[in-house]
């Protein structure tokens, strides 16, 4: 009670579900590098797909974000509209929806991790190890030869390598040992309707973004549930609602899970077809993976040479163009090829790479150009070859 929120969400969510879904996409490009990743993988938390969760070592593509009223309305009146709205898009008996809600619960363990201050930018021999260890690798290679004939069908129909379907999953959820404890209907409540308010006026349009981002969601969630004949008031996952093995946002859920053992439904909770197909999926349609192609090599830069940072992340840089700032990969790239210059602070110094869209592919996963990295290494490691040293 006396709690408030805002009422621009009518004019988001009274529209058909594939425009909703891209007026989500665009809020999401408007908070990319401003907020702390949000995912269930201890040491240290992972992002989430679709997730506004980007390190603040990120710095991606700009996006215009639409315009989003900042004036508050009360609780009830915000939660009220939801329900109509989401009750319109999606055929959802508004008394349903009401139900659900009912027993829905305000978490305060919620609210308090997402209110956590960033950490410091950690430089990436520190970064790594939190992602790369013995261990991870071990596990990575025991789960790989676990479900080899599963994964190997999914690489074949999709040209994404078995090793870096493993390696997002153990990055995620350590091989699906932790998948997420909280209430996802409790958590998207949460962060739906309760944000965390700093007072920090600076700081108020984008915490109303990002409420409204997870409202969607919430909304995005009860049309899962529909579709999928799933319990939302069963469903597990991160504190900020990602779910499965694979850590998949009720929108990405929707987008790109695919059904790959048959059976008629897209279980991200209980099938491991589904989980390495919907991994795949989403590294194919939503980044554009090439069969084939490569991920990441390393380059030296010339010395004296000032390293090359683009804010635009796509490899659109032809290797004359980068040997013309410096940058000789250290292995064999194709001809035509096209990259993104990568720089690295190793714990010897700089580190270089070249990044192809494969790489690409992985930050879109989770918009981090170390992220990325580390999926990648690992992948490497868990397929037995050498990595270097952090």
Known sequence: MGLRTHANLPSMIKKPATRGRLLTGLILAGLLGCTPRAGVVSNPPAAVPNVPATPAEARPETVQAPPVDLTPVPFEVARARFIADTSER????????EATLAGASFLDSVVNAMSRPAERVK????????????ARIDGGRRFLGQNRVKLAKVEADTGVPAEVIVAIIGVETSYGGNTGRYSVLDALYTLAFRYPRSGDPAKLEREVRRELFFREELAQLFALAREENLDITTLKGSYAGAMGMGQFMP?????FAVDGDGDGRRDLFGSLDDVFASVANYFVKKGGWVRGGLVAVPATLEPGREPFDPSEWKPTHTLADLAARGYRPQLPVPDGATATPISLEGSSGPQYWLGFQNYYAITRYNISKMYAMAVFQLSEAIAGREIPPA
């Open 123 to 134: 430089p990436w021999h520190e970064y790594r190890p939190l992602f790369i260890s013995q």
């Open 251 to 255: 929108s990405s859920y929707r987008d």
């Open 90 to 97: 999606y055929g959802i008996p508004a008394a349903e929806i």
